[in-house]
């Protein structure tokens, strides 16, 4: 699987550095932004020395001073985080309250759910055992070596309104404390730290680079003296909330607002749309302008309700085990998220189909997930009944896809769509006397979590944050195939008979659906296996190492199967970006506007750059969509097979399957080119082989009849 686009929104921050000197005055120094860790072996020596301390089940409160290690030489932490992970992954996964792939906030319908502190908090940025002073998020960039905030900020953006709501309603959220947030005077244990429920009190402006920032102050929504993140014997720990001491007032003489003294050096307004805004004695301030807080400022506390708790546990309860293994319990995204470990607290993304297994050093928590009874009947349930007979298909396409007239191949149905240069896409309609024959679909599906196929979450090649893992379950089997996931690959000869009897019937739709040429051996391959609302996205079947014709048997709940023509197809763009025209690119029945393309590609020849670039803009916009619109769309249902065939299709086209019910699993064969492998997997030649003797090849159950009533 080849060319899987992930889009992503962009990030709402990235992070800062801040002074690390226990004074109230912050200086302006940065540190750019690094890759985070997506391993325990990927922390810094002391670090994975105080995580491999801290795994034992009980953890133990006395703790080991560890010495620093050379690139972090802060102290250690007083105490340990309620909820903590090593990727960001995990943490995603398991945390409710912050799902930001990306950005240091989450927000949700119109609230802040959740904020990070991690490489970048901008200037004059704050952090004690009960305070937090940072900057939104975005706007900033790398010039020179440093990070500097290049754009205003928005007051309108779903940030900073989202911040103002939350002071409005008095709602508070989680803060998370990453090792790459400079602000903390002692080194975090881990990657991603829950430091505690915060109170988002007071938002203001400021300059930073000549650019308009914002800038947040939260406050420790119920301090008790023991935040875990002050250094070890740091007398300036957390203390009981003093509401009495309060920075002075002062109205500004030009806008006539009141704002606090928040510097010590005198009164200045932060509201942007003042003439006085960021002016120190009628003088406008820049960034070398050395400003201190003003003590007051940093020890005044806002007074909340003392009954006001946030709308968030810490920690996430476990969802309860069923012991009934209902399908629809055992299924639903609750039970496939990731939990905190109860032993070590650490987050624990669900990586196997069986349970969750806790991978830190020493902890050996686990916690097996009841699988339900697999049963077609139940699965297909929101679907409607199975056909006895031919099925009804279901199916849609427009160009340049073309339908054959139907065949039938003894008990089935087959639709055939005509591609380009001479690409094909067959689809073995499937129904309940076929799939009800000994050892056939039913049997097959009902002993798809007893028969070891080893299906894991795999880390993702290409992906937003590392460590990210795939949505669905895989394993692959024969020859060595390398797609958006690293899976390993075990030999046909040491692989579950489900697979080699899987394969099997993937041979025969195979062979009859080639049509100009013998099909080359199918040597390879892959499982996956899908939850509730679990899909893979769009990507293509095209590599090099692969041949023609990919085979695909589907199991147990429907699935949507959409084809579109690649982007860079439908536009005529160099490449999927679609940021450039190409004139080269051939003009392919079902593209925008071929008309349009053709005239063109004879006026560009004539035209300067800067003329084909708006002429394309132009093109472009007319379409008003980023994306191709799908162009063959089917129902893949319980024991079908979807045969594509043809080197063009998966040059031109790609595809994306959708789950549509509670569970799913499909079978993909593919031929690998034997002399295309790595170098590395070259001693791996005899994992694809596998033959069958004449007697027990699948012949497509041609002596049966479809409906025994007529």
């Known amino acids: 699987m080849a060319g899987r686009a992930v889009t992503r929104s962009k990030p709402l ?261 003042c003439k006085a805004f960021w002016t120190l004695n009628g003088k406008k301030l820049t960034d070398v302008d050395a400003l201190d807080y003003n003590p007051a400022f940093i020890a005044e506390r806002t007074e909340w309700n003392v009954a006001i708790r946030s709308p968030f546990s810490l920690v996430p309860n476990l969802l309860p085990l069923n012991e009934e293994s209902d399908l629809v319990y055992s299924t639903m995204r609750a039970a496939y998220k990731g939990i905190v470990c109860p032993q070590c607290h650490g987050c624990i993304q669900r990586k196997k189909m069986d349970g969750y297994f806790c991978e830190t050093p020493g902890c050996g928590y686990s916690r097996l997930q009841p699988l339900p009874t697999l049963n077609i009947r139940a699965i297909e349930q929101a679907h409607g009944a199975q056909f006895a007979g031919h099925p009804i298909p279901t199916h849609s396409f427009a160009k340049p896809i073309k339908r054959r007239e139907t065949t039938f191949e003894g008990p089935w149905r087959l639709e055939t769509f005509d591609a380009v240069e001479g690409s094909t896409v067959k689809q073995f309609h499937s129904n309940e006397t076929i799939n009800s024959q000994p050892g056939g679909p039913n049997e097959m599906l009902a002993q798809m979590f007893k028969a070891g196929l080893g299906l894991e979450r795999r880390p993702m090649k290409q992906s937003v944050v590392p460590g990210q893992l795939t949505s669905h379950f895989s394993n692959n089997f024969g020859l060595p195939y390398k797609y958006s996931a690293n899976v390993p690959s075990t030999p046909f000869a040491e692989a579950p008979k489900l697979v080699t009897d899987a394969l099997n019937r993937m041979i025969w739709a195979g062979t009859k659906a080639s049509e100009n040429e013998p099909m080359l051996p199918l040597n390879e391959v892959l499982v996956l296996g899908y939850y509730k609302d679990q899909q893979i996205g769009y990507h293509d079947d095209g590599e090099k190492e692969l041949g023609p014709t990919i085979v695909t048997f589907s199991f147990g709940a429907s699935a949507k199967m959409e084809i579109r023509m690649k982007p860079k197809y439908f536009y005529g763009a160099t490449s999927k970006k679609c940021d450039t025209y190409d004139p080269k690119q051939p003009i392919i029945q079902g593209c925008f506007e071929p008309e349009t393309r053709a005239r063109m590609n004879e006026d560009s020849a004539g035209w300067s750059e800067s003329k084909l670039a708006a002429e394309f803009k132009a093109f472009k916009k007319r379409y008003r969509k980023t994306n191709p619109p799908p162009c063959f769309e089917t129902i893949l249902r319980h024991g079908d097979f979807i045969v594509m065939q043809g080197k063009p299709l998966q040059k031109y086209f790609e595809h994306q399957i959708a789950n549509l019910g509670d569970i799913r699993f499909a079978f993909t064969a593919r031929h690998v080119i034997p002399e295309l492998l790595e170098v590395k997997d070259q001693d791996k030649l005899h994992f694809g082989d596998y033959t069958f003797a004449p007697v027990d090849a699948y012949t497509g159950d041609m002596d049966i009849l479809c409906n025994k009533d007529h």
């Open 13 to 273: 921050g990235s992070a800062v550095s801040g002074s690390r000197k226990r004074v109230v005055k912050a200086t302006a120094s940065t540190t750019s932004p690094t890759k985070e860790p997506n391993s325990v072996t990927a922390a810094s020596p002391a670090k994975r020395r105080r995580i491999e301390a801290s795994s034992s089940p009980k953890r133990a409160a006395k703790k080991t001073k560890v010495e620093s290690s050379d690139d972090d030489a802060r102290p250690l932490c007083r105490g340990q985080p309620p909820v903590w992970a090593v990727t960001r992954g995990g943490m995603n996964e398991t945390l409710d309250y912050f799902r930001s792939y990306q950005g240091g906030m989450q927000t949700n319908e119109g609230f802040v759910r959740g904020m990070l502190l991690s490489a970048d908090n901008g200037d004059r940025s704050y952090l004690d055992g009960e305070l937090i002073i940072t900057r939104a998020a975005g706007g900033m960039a790398d010039i020179g070596g440093e990070h500097k905030q290049v754009k205003d900020h928005n007051s309108e953006s779903a940030a900073i309104r989202s911040f103002l709501t939350n002071i409005e309603y008095k709602t508070p959220f989680p803060v998370i404390l990453g090792d790459k947030c400079r602000l903390s005077k002692a080194e975090p244990p881990y990657p991603f730290c829950v430091m505690g429920h915060f109170k988002p009190v007071f938002l203001w402006w400021e300059e930073s680079n000549g650019c308009v920032v914002a800038k947040l102050r939260m406050e420790l929504l119920n301090p008790d003296g023991n935040s875990w993140w002050v250094p070890e014997g740091d007398s300036a720990a957390s203390a009981a909330p003093n509401i009495t001491t309060k920075a002075r007032r002062q109205i500004c003489k030009t806008c006539r607002k009141t704002h606090p003294h928040i510097f010590k050096q005198g009164f200045v307004c932060v509201d942007k749309a």
